[in-house]
Nanobody, 124 residues
């Protein structure tokens, strides 16, 4: 089992920045690729970004490319989501998730563990 706990959400003005953290415990963190997803009210959960096991590769949804950055610190068993130039449409609950296998990065079903989510609200 892997337990994931997100933090760092909050209220920010449009154009501002936030950094989310996701702390993992349980099994070996470096065995998992880590993804970030978000879910806005009335919408389906959507893929935001992913970082591979070593941190050498990252992948992003087109909607956040160039504004968001995923990073990880395997020594601290933590993954981060740096969000810059925030827009009102970024308002959502943000979730981190862990997966053992690669491929199908945006498919929720391929992720093995999920955090409880943290709210990000961007005011315009």
């Amino acid at each position: 089992q892997v337990q994931l706990v997100e933090s760092g959400g909050g209220l920010v003005q449009a154009g501002g920045s936030l950094r989310l953290s996701c702390a993992a415990s349980g099994r070996t963190f470096s065995n998992y690729a880590m993804g970030w997803f978000r879910q806005a009210p009335g919408k389906e959960r959507e893929f935001v970004g992913l970082i591979n096991w070593t941190g050498s590769s990252t992948y992003y949804a087109d909607s956040v490319k160039g504004r968001f950055t995923v990073a990880r610190d395997n020594a601290k068993s933590t993954v981060y989501l740096q969000m810059n130039s925030l827009k009102s449409e970024d308002t959502a609950v943000y979730y981190c998730a862990a997966k053992r296998t690669f491929g199908a990065l945006s498919s929720l079903r391929t992720y093995d563990y999920w955090g409880q989510g943290t709210q990000v609200t961007v005011s315009s």
